[in-house]
């Protein structure tokens, strides 16, 4: 971009006193190149003296009027702008109708800024018309991005996404680097706000670092606070302060007065959350300046919540209510404004004791964040969106169990939890509400013979309900920070570990004294237990927790362990008549599709061995070159107690749904995978689903939702329970451990003690030097219930 302001430059001056004609046009072009750059003001200087009378009728009659427009709207002159862009348009259709839809395309982002977001997909339309009439794909490229943009205004991010695809493919083709960079930073910020941190940061640099590289500072100055935003939300707040000091300064050399608000209030909320207030007043006070003096009026809301945030923190209740007040009640303000400031309300009123008010505002805000999630069409999406919001769910937990109200605070815990699977399952009576009820725990524990173990991970203090069939309690544990470090190190120490006695397993004990210990009296040996996780807790085998007395030992040896989402899906799960049926359908041993996924080699021993346990009138066998995607699907698979698969899975972690059995090849063409999202859509009432595949769990755990691969997709589809893999598993022990399961099985056990029957067996083998004793082999298996 430097380069071709250089050679603009150059043109102009060196035309600007040979030909009155082309030394307009390369001023006009020098002066949108300037637009580009983020220097409006000097692009204004250019335009402002008046066309010669030759030139009135001409095309740059309109495109200096365009690009005058242009840049009196990026520098929030939004009046004077639209006069402008109103002056194109008259030009246009009197004497140039072929510029129509690029003034239709500059007043649709006109429209954006002044948040009429009609009359912007209106203007938009017709530029994309124009574009396509015109055969003008590097235009059509940018507007597809613009109606993109209008979406995500509209707070329709599933649709906005979806613009932006569309309008990437047309700008790759082309090589456009300029819009693609654009259309990968709005598409960043659409998954920021569904919650999708992981994809919106890794788009976010890739548009970034383009941007950088094309000289396109003003996009790369608006990317910089998306990077920014990302490391917010995920309370890496030090990552956050780096991103935005560095931006700071190329805000302030470029005039760019809307992001240097949002950079200053974005300043100012880190400061509120790492104890800063003075400083947080600083930050707040130049972004109020800016706007006192009417240079930026897009960061006002904003200003608004972070001024109401300092009045909390000073404790300056009745200014801090009157600013979340009143951008609840201000229309311009975004769902997400929205519920933040009546979260923040509750806060306030909680503060001042007034606890009715505090509970009517948390409960106006979790409506808020339900209805948003509502409007979200993909499912994919929806997976995501609570991400955004938990932290204020915490802080009802919060408020609730400060006044001793420990099972509402349940309610509302489990409020947040599996509502996707639960929408899946048509449950929706207890999931959908938005007001805390319906969900009797004890009773649950009881029908189940049982001992519910609830998680609640949060960013201050992190909560355990223990639910028996006699009782309820709780137990506060430690904050995020101090509880996944320690998950995430031991699940590495697991691959090598020997025995609970090995170098690795420190991590496995101050996981059980973080997590299990405070409650191991309500836990005797010996019980059933059915573990409902969060965050990262998903992602861990409890089995594997090391019990420090009387010797130390896997907490497998001690209970029979279920993992579940919700609460709600385990009361559905208890009312829901077992399958009668006992049949087998048995899929694996497929031919190799692709080098990615050679043979199994032990896959005939493993389908040989769980054949055995099925007379032939009650199994069906999809194997081989038999075994394919659409094989399964039209196999009625909803026919067949169990479900058994041998062959690799693979698990996206950036979309889930997306995660796949890999099977052999149609015949009718290079169609190998079933996925997810197809086995969702066909209804199951398996007893048993068991996916003797890597990664069959999942790889990525949501905000409420757990860790959604495969085994996910086939509770969604109605299995009561799933036995899935957390890392990929050995193909020399799995036969010998799905052997001992289905025998296990075969003598009328249930799947869980089964399972664990199995694993047991590998984990005592009677051959000492066996490296089957290894966690690596048997604890990669966990058991699902609750569909």
């Given at each position: 971009?430097?380069?071709?302001?250089?050679?603009?430059?150059?043109?102009?001056?060196?035309?600007?006193?040979?030909?009155?004609?082309?030394?307009?046009?390369?001023?006009?072009?020098?002066?949108?190149?300037?637009?580009?750059?983020?220097l409006n003001d000097e692009a204004l200087v250019l335009l402002n003296e008046s066309l010669p009378p030759s030139l009135a009728h001409s095309d740059l009659a309109v495109r200096r009027?365009?690009?005058?427009?242009?840049?009196?709207?990026?520098?929030?002159?939004?009046?004077?702008?639209?006069?402008?862009?109103?002056?194109?348009?008259?030009?246009?259709?009197?004497?140039?109708?072929?510029?129509?839809?690029?003034?239709?395309?500059?007043?649709?982002?006109?429209?954006?800024?002044?948040?009429?977001?009609?009359?912007?997909?209106?203007?938009?339309?017709?530029?994309?018309?124009?574009?396509?009439?015109?055969?003008?794909?590097?235009?059509?490229?940018?507007?597809?991005?613009?109606?993109?943009?209008?979406?995500?205004?509209?707070?329709?991010?599933?649709?906005?996404?979806?613009?932006?695809?569309?309008?990437?493919?047309?700008?790759?083709?082309?090589?456009?680097?300029?819009?693609?960079?654009?259309?990968?930073?709005?598409?960043?910020?659409?998954?920021?706000?569904?919650?999708?941190?992981?994809?919106?940061?890794?788009?976010?640099?890739?548009?970034?670092?383009?941007?950088?590289?094309?000289?396109?500072?003003?996009?790369?100055?608006?990317?910089?606070?998306?990077?920014?935003?990302?490391?917010?939300?995920?309370?890496?707040?030090?990552?956050?302060?780096?991103?935005?000091?560095?931006?700071?300064?190329?805000?302030?050399?470029?005039?760019?007065?809307?992001?240097?608000?949002?950079?200053?209030?974005?300043?100012?909320?880190?400061?509120?959350?790492?104890?800063?207030?003075?400083?947080?007043?600083?930050?707040?006070?130049?972004?109020?300046?800016?706007?006192?003096?009417?240079?930026?009026?897009?960061?006002?809301?904003?200003?608004?919540?972070?001024?109401?945030?300092?009045?909390?923190?000073?404790?300056?209740?009745?200014?801090?209510?009157?600013?979340?007040?009143?951008?609840?009640?201000?229309?311009?303000?975004?769902?997400?404004?929205?519920?933040?400031?009546?979260?923040?309300?509750?806060?306030?009123?909680?503060?001042?004791?007034?606890?009715?008010?505090?509970?009517?505002?948390?409960?106006?805000?979790?409506?808020?964040?339900?209805?948003?999630?509502?409007?979200?069409?993909?499912?994919?999406?929806?997976?995501?969106?609570?991400?955004?919001?938990?932290?204020?769910?915490?802080?009802?937990?919060?408020?609730?169990?400060?006044?001793?109200?420990?099972?509402?605070?349940?309610?509302?815990?489990?409020?947040?939890?599996?509502?996707?699977?639960?929408?899946?399952?048509?449950?929706?009576?207890?999931?959908?509400?938005?007001?805390?009820?319906?969900?009797?725990?004890?009773?649950?524990?009881?029908?189940?013979?049982?001992?519910?173990?609830?998680?609640?991970?949060?960013?201050?203090?992190?909560?355990?309900?223990?639910?028996?069939?006699?009782?309820?309690?709780?137990?506060?544990?430690?904050?995020?920070?101090?509880?996944?470090?320690?998950?995430?190190?031991?699940?590495?120490?697991?691959?090598?570990?020997?025995?609970?006695?090995?170098?690795?397993?420190?991590?496995?004990?101050?996981?059980?004294?973080?997590?299990?210990?405070?409650?191991?009296?309500?836990?005797?040996?010996?019980?059933?237990?059915?573990?409902?996780?969060?965050?990262?807790?998903?992602?861990?085998?409890?089995?594997?927790?090391?019990?420090?007395?009387?010797?130390?030992?896997?907490?497998?040896?001690?209970?029979?362990?279920?993992?579940?989402?919700?609460?709600?899906?385990?009361?559905?799960?208890?009312?829901?008549?077992?399958?009668?049926?006992?049949?087998?359908?048995?899929?694996?041993?497929?031919?190799?599709?692709?080098?990615?996924?050679?043979?199994?080699?032990?896959?005939?021993?493993?389908?040989?061995?769980?054949?055995?346990?099925?007379?032939?009138?009650?199994?069906?066998?999809?194997?081989?070159?038999?075994?394919?995607?659409?094989?399964?699907?039209?196999?009625?698979?909803?026919?067949?107690?169990?479900?058994?698969?041998?062959?690799?899975?693979?698990?996206?972690?950036?979309?889930?749904?997306?995660?796949?059995?890999?099977?052999?090849?149609?015949?009718?063409?290079?169609?190998?995978?079933?996925?997810?999202?197809?086995?969702?859509?066909?209804?199951?009432?398996?007893?048993?689903?068991?996916?003797?595949?890597?990664?069959?769990?999942?790889?990525?755990?949501?905000?409420?939702?757990?860790?959604?691969?495969?085994?996910?997709?086939?509770?969604?589809?109605?299995?009561?329970?799933?036995?899935?893999?957390?890392?990929?598993?050995?193909?020399?022990?799995?036969?010998?451990?799905?052997?001992?399961?289905?025998?296990?099985?075969?003598?009328?056990?249930?799947?869980?003690?089964?399972?664990?029957?199995?694993?047991?067996?590998?984990?005592?083998?009677?051959?000492?030097?066996?490296?089957?004793?290894?966690?690596?082999?048997?604890?990669?298996?966990?058991?699902?219930?609750?569909?």
């Amino acid at each position: 971009m430097s380069s071709a302001l250089q050679d603009a430059d150059q043109s102009y001056n060196r035309y600007s006193e040979t030909s009155v004609e082309w030394g307009w046009r390369f001023r006009i072009l020098k002066a949108h190149i300037l637009v580009l750059q983020g220097l409006n003001d000097e692009a204004l200087v250019l335009l402002n003296e008046s066309l010669p009378p030759s030139l009135a009728h001409s095309d740059l009659a309109v495109r200096r009027m365009l690009v005058r427009g242009l840049a009196q709207d990026y520098s929030q002159r939004l009046e004077e702008a639209e006069k402008s862009l109103h002056i194109a348009k008259e030009l246009a259709q009197l004497e140039q109708p072929q510029l129509l839809g690029d003034v239709a395309s500059a007043q649709g982002t006109l429209y954006v800024h002044q948040k009429r977001y009609a009359d912007a997909r209106a203007a938009y339309y017709k530029a994309l018309l124009a574009a396509r009439a015109g055969k003008n794909a590097g235009q059509e490229a940018g507007v597809l991005g613009s109606l993109g943009f209008v979406s995500m205004w509209q707070e329709h991010f599933d649709e906005a996404v979806d613009w932006f695809k569309a309008s990437l493919a047309v700008s790759e083709t082309l090589g456009a680097r300029d819009t693609s960079s654009k259309t990968l930073g709005n598409m960043g910020w659409s998954y920021r706000k569904l919650g999708d941190f992981e994809n919106a940061l890794t788009l976010y640099k890739q548009a970034e670092e383009a941007s950088r590289s094309s000289g396109l500072v003003g996009d790369q100055i608006y990317l910089l606070t998306g990077i920014s935003n990302v490391y917010y939300l995920q309370h890496d707040y030090d990552a956050a302060e780096t991103i935005l000091k560095q931006a700071l300064g190329l805000a302030r050399a470029h005039n760019d007065k809307g992001t240097l608000t949002e950079f200053l209030n974005d300043l100012a909320e880190i400061a509120i959350e790492t104890g800063q207030g003075d400083l947080a007043e600083k930050y707040a006070e130049e972004a109020f300046a800016i706007e006192q003096a009417g240079l930026d009026q897009t960061g006002v809301l904003k200003s608004q919540l972070v001024r109401g945030r300092i009045e909390e923190s000073k404790h300056d209740f009745a200014r801090a209510e009157e600013s979340f007040r009143g951008l609840i009640q201000n229309p311009k303000a975004d769902t997400s404004q929205k519920w933040e400031a009546e979260a923040r309300l509750a806060r306030v009123y909680a503060d001042e004791g007034l606890e009715a008010k505090a509970e009517k505002e948390f409960r106006r805000s979790l409506g808020t964040i339900e209805t948003a999630r509502s409007s979200v069409q993909a499912e994919e999406f929806r997976l995501s969106f609570l991400s955004t919001a938990i932290s204020f769910y915490s802080d009802y937990i919060e408020f609730l169990i400060s006044h001793k109200r420990i099972e509402d605070a349940l309610q509302v815990a489990e409020l947040s939890r599996a509502r996707t699977l639960a929408e899946g399952l048509a449950t929706t009576t207890n999931a959908a509400s938005r007001v805390p009820r319906g969900v009797q725990p004890q009773q649950i524990a009881q029908k189940l013979k049982a001992s519910l173990l609830f998680y609640w991970i949060g960013q201050n203090n992190s909560y355990l309900w223990v639910i028996t069939p006699a009782k309820t309690a709780y137990f506060k544990l430690p904050k995020a920070s101090e509880i996944e470090p320690a998950a995430k190190s031991y699940r590495k120490a697991l691959l090598g570990m020997r025995d609970a006695q090995d170098a690795g397993s420190g991590d496995g004990k101050k996981l059980y004294a973080m997590l299990v210990e405070p409650a191991k009296k309500l836990i005797p040996k010996g019980s059933r237990v059915i573990l409902l996780p969060a965050e990262s807790l998903y992602g861990l085998n409890f089995e594997t927790l090391i019990v420090p007395e009387p010797k130390p030992h896997f907490w497998i040896e001690d209970v029979t362990l279920t993992t579940a989402s919700s609460l709600t899906l385990l009361a559905s799960s208890v009312t829901r008549p077992p399958t009668m049926e006992k049949g087998l359908l048995l899929v694996g041993n497929t031919e190799q599709p692709n080098p990615d996924f050679p043979a199994l080699a032990q896959a005939p021993a493993e389908m040989n061995k769980i054949e055995h346990y099925f007379p032939d009138p009650n199994r069906k066998v999809l194997e081989g070159k038999q075994a394919t995607p659409t094989a399964y699907l039209s196999s009625n698979p909803e026919r067949f107690a169990y479900l058994h698969f041998v062959t690799h899975g693979t698990a996206s972690r950036t979309r889930p749904l997306e995660s796949a059995v890999i099977l052999s090849k149609e015949s009718s063409g290079d169609i190998y995978k079933l996925y997810a999202r197809d086995i969702v859509q066909h209804r199951l009432n398996a007893s048993l689903v068991t996916i003797s595949a890597c990664n069959g769990s999942g790889t990525r755990a949501y905000s409420g939702e757990g860790l959604v691969g495969l085994s996910w997709a086939f509770l969604r589809a109605g299995a009561h329970n799933v036995i899935g893999a957390l890392w990929e598993v050995s193909d020399a022990s799995t036969p010998q451990l799905m052997d001992a399961l289905y025998r296990e099985l075969n003598q009328g056990k249930d799947p869980a003690t089964a399972l664990r029957d199995a694993k047991l067996g590998l984990l005592h083998s009677a051959d000492s030097n066996s490296v089957f004793k290894k966690p690596f082999y048997w604890a990669p298996f966990q058991l699902y219930a609750g569909s």
